[in-house]
């Protein structure tokens, strides 16, 4: 099963950027397609991209479209999300996670890595 570990969490005014990174383990990360999703407080987890196994398609929520971008690098077994233009609404615990289109493939959930925004 895969480990994820995510990272680059943190406080940001709004219009800011951060990039978040999710370091997987296991030998077969690179056949795998993988998300990001994200859980405010007081709501449930929600999708928020996703990217193929050969990181070739991408799609993305409509909240985040045109904003965010996911990427991946299978030689180092992480996915990547650039999140850029953030909102005080972006606020929330990210979590990547192996994917069948927009919902989670897999039950084990990283710590995740907190996303706030200010204004």
């Known amino acids: 099963q895969v480990q994820l570990v995510e990272s680059g969490g943190g406080l940001v005014q709004a219009g800011g950027s951060l990039r978040l990174s999710c370091a997987a383990s296991?030998?077969?990360?690179?056949?795998?397609?993988m998300g990001w999703f994200r859980q405010a407080p007081g709501k449930e987890r929600e999708f928020v991209a996703g990217?193929?196994?050969?990181?070739?398609?991408?799609y993305y929520a409509d909240s985040v479209k045109g904003r965010f971008t996911i990427s991946r690098d299978n030689a180092k077994n992480t996915v990547y999300l650039q999140m850029n233009s953030l909102k005080t609404e972006d606020t929330a615990i990210y979590y990547c996670?192996?994917?069948?289109?927009?919902?989670?493939?897999?039950?084990?959930w990283g710590q995740g890595a907190q996303v706030t925004g200010s204004s």
């Open positions: 990217i193929r196994w050969s990181g070739g398609g991408t």
């Open positions: 296991g030998r077969t990360f690179g056949y795998i397609n």
């Open positions: 996670q192996s994917v069948s289109g927009i919902y989670p493939a897999g039950n084990s």
